[in-house]
């Protein structure tokens, strides 16, 4: 993750862990293998694990959408198909 971001998550991990209250879903800048960032949404749940509590964390990437462009205007003249002579 970047480094801004580590000290909430710490933070929260040991909220989380302690039963205190805490935020259950968050967002962090997580950075790849080959440097990329990407925009992940954290979700967290407090299980029971091993005779003890853990922390089950689930990281969902969030990609941004492009919107579709509507095609060109066609200018009436041209959509209209000229009148064909019936014999």
């Known amino acids: 993750m ?7 998550v710490s933070d929260n991990i040991r ?22 960032v990407s925009r992940l949404e954290i979700t967290s749940s407090v299980v029971d694990y ?10 969902v990437e969030i990609l941004p959408t ?3 462009q509507a095609p060109p205007a066609v200018p009436p003249t041209a959509a209209a198909p000229a009148a064909v002579p019936r014999c």
């Open 2 to 8: 970047t480094p801004e971001y580590a000290e909430l």
């Open 15 to 36: 909220r989380r862990l302690a039963g205190e209250s805490a935020a259950e879903r968050y967002e962090i800048d997580m950075v790849g293998l080959q440097g990329q």
């Open 50 to 59: 091993d005779r003890g509590n853990a922390l089950l964390i689930t990281g």
């Open 66 to 68: 492009q919107t579709p």
